[in-house]
């Protein structure tokens, strides 16, 4: 009698589609996520430009910019596009942009999307809300836009995104090697996941880290994030 061998194969999951990101305004403690446009220019470019700068766009697909008017005909380009679907970051004290990123390779039947594009300025790096601004987007992803799959990719050469992706709760998955050519450049690309049935874990890790008990009166941290979500440390 034959017997025929099992197949394997994935699990049942729900098939339904994912909603694709509109432009809402995401509201946090520190900053605030909204849809980029091109009045936010002045502010981001007075905080990006100039060659003490440079540093910020050596990852970048573009950029640094010469001038103030290719610098904000880029913003226009990139308020306008559907996907890269671009938000700036405006901190809620001085109502100034000091970034901006994106929501990205955005795959709605298979619940897929990317954070990418992102520029943070002096102005917002290290700083509580650098990492309010990755957490408001997250919560976007899988609380109200129902993704179970959430991906962070960088050059595998720039070390500060890698550990900020560990930082933040992603896994490691993995090198693309020759994935693109950026600038003239080869790109090895380091990918990184967060997938919905991780979120819950990550989410209370965000928010244990942000509340203002985990902060000194000279706000220094007590608790890192890394040691919340279990990431290794940087």
Same mark, same amino acid.
């Given at each position: 009698?034959? %017997?025929?061998?099992?197949?394997?194969?994935?699990?049942?999951?729900?098939?339904?589609?994912?909603?694709?990101?509109?432009?809402?305004?995401?509201?946090?403690?520190?900053?605030?996520?909204?849809?980029?446009?091109?009045?936010?220019?002045?502010?981001?470019? !007075?905080?990006?430009?100039?060659?003490?700068?440079?540093?910020?766009?050596?990852?970048?697909?573009?950029?640094?910019?010469?001038?103030?008017?290719?610098?904000?005909?880029?913003?226009?380009?990139?308020?306008?596009?559907?996907?890269?679907?671009?938000?700036?970051?405006?901190?809620?004290?001085?109502?100034?942009?000091?970034?901006?990123?994106?929501?990205?390779?955005?795959?709605?039947? %298979?619940?897929?999307?990317?954070?990418?594009?992102?520029?943070?300025?002096?102005?917002?790096?290290?700083?509580?809300?650098?990492?309010?601004?990755?957490?408001?987007?997250?919560? %976007?992803?899988?609380?109200?836009?129902?993704?179970?799959?959430?991906?962070?990719?960088?050059? @595998?050469?720039?070390?500060?995104?890698?550990?900020?992706? !560990?930082?933040?709760?992603?896994?490691?998955?993995?090198?693309?090697?020759?994935?693109?050519?950026? #600038?003239?450049?080869?790109? @090895?690309?380091?990918?990184?996941?967060?997938?919905?049935? !991780?979120?819950?874990?990550? #989410?209370?890790?965000?928010?244990?880290?942000?509340?203002? @008990?985990?902060?000194?009166?000279?706000?220094?941290?007590?608790?890192?994030?890394?040691?919340?979500?279990?990431?290794?440390?940087?």
């Amino acid at each position: 009698m034959d %017997h025929a061998v099992p197949q394997r194969v994935g699990a049942l999951v729900d098939a339904g589609p994912a909603k694709r990101p509109r432009r809402p305004s995401l509201v946090g403690r520190h900053v605030t996520l909204a849809p980029l446009t091109s009045g936010h220019a002045r502010s981001l470019f !007075e905080n990006s430009s100039g060659a003490s700068n440079d540093s910020l766009w050596t990852y970048l697909f573009n950029g640094p910019f010469d001038s103030f008017e290719a610098f904000a005909a880029d913003v226009d380009a990139k308020s306008k596009a559907d996907d890269p679907h671009y938000f700036a970051v405006i901190d809620n004290q001085t109502g100034r942009s000091v970034g901006y990123q994106s929501l990205m390779r955005i795959d709605t039947p %298979h619940r897929a999307i990317e954070v990418g594009g992102i520029m943070y300025t002096p102005h917002l790096q290290r700083t509580p809300g650098a990492t309010e601004a990755q957490y408001l987007f997250a919560r %976007h992803v899988f609380d109200d836009l129902g993704y179970r799959r959430y991906e962070w990719k960088c050059n @595998d050469l720039n070390e500060p995104s890698k550990r900020a992706a !560990e930082r933040l709760g992603f896994t490691f998955e993995g090198v693309f090697r020759q994935h693109m050519i950026v #600038k003239g450049r080869n790109r @090895d690309t380091a990918w990184f996941s967060m997938l919905d049935c !991780e979120w819950p874990a990550r #989410k209370a890790a965000f928010e244990r880290w942000l509340s203002p @008990d985990n902060f000194d009166a000279n706000g220094r941290q007590r608790v890192s994030l890394a040691n919340l979500s279990g990431a290794p440390s940087a």
